[in-house]
């Protein structure tokens, strides 16, 4: 069975830093590019980033491009975000997520981690 | 970018209606859009993939259509465990967009 489950949430104040993790089981991780979609309270889904499966391709939304870093640890199964020069519009649930095997469609998600950018 | 527009935002109907949601993107994506259903405080859950393929196990009173920029999804039938927000999601860009979503309620 495919798990994702999310942790390093939390509260932190603007300007501050936040590393999140994803770690993953019941699927070849290695073989499989990884995103990070978030949503905040109340309100829609927004992509944020995705991992080749090396970790040599990645790309990022407009909004959090050169403030977030996204990384994985194939040895341990994991997916990272990095999170720097955070912003109260960053206050979100965050969500990573895997495509199906051959298709463009998320397929599996974690539970989500709540990150909460506040004084 | 590639902008989602998708109407309406909420809708309210009676079980056994049909329902329909509508997503606009701001450029051709051919049919690389997916239809997801998100109950609260849960993860998403994919629907359709390709613009009108049915998700195995999905029930077949979910539908999709379109091409191109004008998308549609379709509830036919509304049943009570249907209540919850719909987002559509395109994949022809390297940055992946949502819809807004459209917060479906049981009248």
């Known amino acids: 069975e495919v798990q994702l489950v999310e942790s390093g949430g939390g509260l932190v104040q603007p300007g501050g830093s936040l590393r999140l993790s994803c770690a993953a089981s019941?699927?070849?991780?290695?073989?499989?590019?990884m995103h990070w979609v978030r949503q905040a309270p109340g309100k829609g889904l927004v992509w944020v980033s995705r991992?080749?499966?090396?970790?040599?391709?990645?790309t990022y939304a407009d909004s959090v491009k050169g403030r977030f870093t996204i990384s994985r640890d194939n040895a341990k199964n994991t997916v990272y975000l990095q999170m720097n020069s955070l912003r109260a519009e960053d206050t979100a649930v965050y969500y990573c997520?895997?495509?199906?095997?051959?298709?463009?469609?998320?397929?599996?998600w974690g539970q989500g981690t709540l990150v909460t950018v506040s004084s | 970018d590639i902008q989602m527009t998708q109407s309406p935002s909420s809708l309210s109907a009676s079980v056994g209606d049909r329902v329909t949601i509508t997503c606009q993107a701001t450029?051709?994506?051919?049919?690389?859009l997916n239809w997801y259903q998100q109950k609260p405080g849960k993860a998403p859950k994919l629907l359709i993939y390709?613009?009108?393929n049915l998700k195995t196990g999905v029930p077949s009173r979910f539908s999709g259509s379109g091409s191109g920029t004008d998308f549609t999804f379709t509830i036919n039938s509304l049943q009570p465990e249907d209540i919850g927000t719909y987002y559509c999601?395109?994949?022809?860009?390297?940055?992946?967009?949502f819809g807004q979503g459209t917060k479906l309620q049981i009248k």
């Open positions: 991992i080749d499966t090396d970790g040599n391709s990645k």
């Open positions: 390709d613009a009108s």
């Open positions: 997520a895997k495509l199906g095997s051959g298709t463009s469609n998320f397929d599996s």
């Open positions: 019941g699927f070849p991780f290695s073989s499989y590019w």
């Open positions: 999601q395109q994949y022809d860009d390297l940055l992946r967009t």
């Open positions: 450029q051709d994506i051919t049919n690389s």
